[in-house]
């Protein structure tokens, strides 16, 4: 990271002033975690707020208001304090002058496309499993929010500056795989012309087998018919696996969604060595492993609990309701034993960060893997689990029907391919992602501010709009981004004095912020909605050009005005370009 890009946030430095100011008040060492400094939900009442009375003055003896007041005494001295205010029980509310904003934006021009990058990640190794779809059929618009999620996530996290490794947990063992195998074989005996008629019961009925059941054929021809179950089953297996996960990659791929790992299940027990087992025995050691019976559960029974003797990991020691079973009936483990296992090979392999990226269905699976997680790593490792909710597919409002199993959902790469992967991501990220999403295929190609994306975009490529007519004026205005930031960070930018003008610098100066909270808080979404905000108070401005004349960005006879307004863009659209990258979203010049 370079010099530029460490150099300090306004929020960072103001934090740093007010700590200056309660020193004098308490002891050196008084631990100002706690203290905050942000924008004020109500813009009237100043340019940032601070909670260090509320949450200093135990350590000070004294009530928070009367911290408050000479915390404030102290700051109204400070040189880029324009007034102090305390309000309600002891908040104190500051008003920066206006070179305070006017030197942030230098910041942005010197920073570029590294402004609002942070350290607070440390380098720290943090390992973010998304997608991990089975890999029994292509992707389906349900498996795209997860992925865009997942990949913005780990975008987000490397900004901050975190080791971030993003991996595919591939399901390659158990019943599903071994269904898909059986249906792969039926595609392959209707590849040698056998008339196979309607898809049985409890096969996957999609045309996407098809290729695999060809490639089968012309790999053995009909050395397969007629065998028994045992001898085709795994060659079914591994080529039907090695397609399909092909084409997920593909899929990915043209939605720019990549990961540095695909992890197998198989592998788990494979070659030999059986680290299922291994890490049942090493718990078992523990004591966290024992031999005993589950109570029925409330309510009533559940569909896999089974009265007798069984294994059981402890997690209920853990954080979890109730001790849960590794061992199956017939001999074999459960998923939650592979999972144990999936998971302390990412302790082993050094992350004490992970995160997990999971389907809304998964929702009552995230204590037990939590209490998993402490387990194996003697609590030295944290999992956080992300639920993303449900896709609600549109068309013009009315809903567009999926079901895998039945072969007629619609595909990951048929979104992509009707509306633009640009579109697809943002939309994917313009919601929480434990918030159900409405997707309309219609609405999200339309040329409106109520379509997000468009409107994010649009303000880019307006900003770029200004540079080219800009040029009749200041013919030397270089074309390359850096290039332009650096001419234009001579500008006059004090001459910025309008509200509008103000208020943007000081929406792009809560990007390092932004992008901080963020990471910290696992939520990408967020860097969707500051840049909706961002975009909203740019196009504000610019039709408040057309109506007054002198507050447009090009003033003809004053070219110290202009290049003050054209640093202005210049930080809009380093902003709106670096979020948009971290969303994996473009930031066009043109719109057209």
Known sequence: MNAAAKSKNVFADVLERVRGAATPLLAPDTDFSRVLVEPPRDPTHGDMATNAAM?????????????????????????????????????????????????????????????????????EKVNVEYVSANPTGPMHVGHCRGAVFGDALANLLTFADFD????????????????????????????????????PEGLYPGDYLKPVGEALAAEHGGALVGKPESEWLQIARAKAIAMMMAAIRADLAALNVSQDAFFSERSLIAGGKDQVAATIDELRARGEVYQGRLPPPKGGAAEDWEDREQTLFRSTD???????????????YTYFASDIAYHKSKFDRGFLHMIDVWGADHGGYIKRMQAAVKAVSGGKADLDVKIIQLVKLLRAGEPVKMSKRAGEFVTLREVVDEVGRDAVRF??????NDAVLDFDLAKVIEQSRDNPVFYVQYA??????????????????????AERAAMLQGARIERLSDSGELSLMRRIAAFPRVIEAAAV???????????????????????????????????????????????????????????????????PEEMR
């Open 55 to 123: 949450v200093l003055a135990k350590d000070a003896g004294k009530k928070p208001r009367d911290l408050a007041e000479a915390i404030g005494a102290n700051l109204r001295s400070d040189d880029i304090v324009e007034k102090v205010e305390i309000a309600g029980p002891g908040f104190i509310n500051l008003t920066l002058k206006s070179h305070v904003w006017a030197e942030e934006l230098r910041r942005v021009l010197r920073g570029g496309a590294d402004y609002g990058r942070s350290d607070i990640g440390k380098r």
């Open 164 to 199: 971030v490794t993003r991996e595919y947990y591939i399901n390659d063992a158990g019943a599903q795989v071994d269904v898909l195998a059986r249906s792969a074989y039926l595609r392959y005996r209707e590849a040698l012309g056998e008339n196979i008629g309607q898809i």
């Open 521 to 587: 808080a696992h939520e990408p979404h967020r860097i969707a909605f500051y840049l909706y905000e961002l975009a909203s108070e740019f196009h504000a401005l610019w039709t408040r050009g057309k109506d007054l004349p002198h507050l447009r960005f090009i003033i003809q006879n004053d070219p110290e005005t202009t290049k003050a307004r054209l640093a202005l863009v210049q930080g809009i659209v380093t902003v709106l370009a670096s979020g948009l990258a971290l969303l994996g979203v473009s930031a």
């Open 318 to 332: 853990f954080g979890d309701d109730v001790d849960r079973p590794l061992m199956k009936s017939d001999g074999s």
């Open 460 to 481: 880019h490529a307006r900003g770029e709009s200004v540079f080219r007519n800009a040029r009749e004026m200041l013919p030397d205005l270089p074309r390359a981004a």
């Open 427 to 432: 939309m994917m990220l313009y919601r929480k």
